[in-house]
């Protein structure tokens, strides 16, 4: 499977972005999916992750009501609406997959196998 990343870009803290990956290869239907970001001199940090269902989501404690992660298995898709960004937002955002059975997610970034190439949002205060 191949991932790519896009949607970043300057906002205004207080404002809303939304980010896409789109996958190409094998069923995307029966992958985990999820969000990590990178800031400018720290380690790649967990956002958020979706199972194979829809309604099986985690978090991030940072992010917790206001990012919300999403799926379209009709177009291979996966979303991360961000609303009331704040500078500390401020990072690459890449996307990751892997297989995973129905029940599960994961959200440590050497669970997944596959990586996105990454998208930058800035926010500026």
């Known amino acids: 499977v191949q991932l790519q990343a896009s949607g970043g870009g300057l906002v205004q803290a207080g404002g809303s972005l939304r980010l896409s990956c789109a996958a190409s290869?094998?069923?995307?239907?029966?992958?985990?999916m999820g969000w990590f970001r990178q800031a400018p001199g720290k380690e790649r940090e967990f956002v958020a992750a979706i199972g194979r269902s829809t309604t099986n989501t985690h978090y991030a404690d940072s992010v917790k009501g206001r990012f919300t992660i999403s799926r379209d298995n009709d177009k291979n898709t996966i979303y991360l609406q961000m609303n009331n960004l704040e500078p500390e937002d401020t990072a690459v955002y890449y996307c990751?997959?892997?297989?995973?059975?129905?029940?599960?997610?994961?959200?440590?970034?050497?669970?997944?196998?596959?990586w996105g190439q990454g998208t930058l949002v800035t926010v500026s205060s």
């Open positions: 990751a997959a892997r297989s995973c059975i129905l029940t599960v997610l994961y959200t440590a970034l050497d669970e997944f196998a596959t």
């Open positions: 290869g094998r069923s995307f239907s029966r992958l985990c």
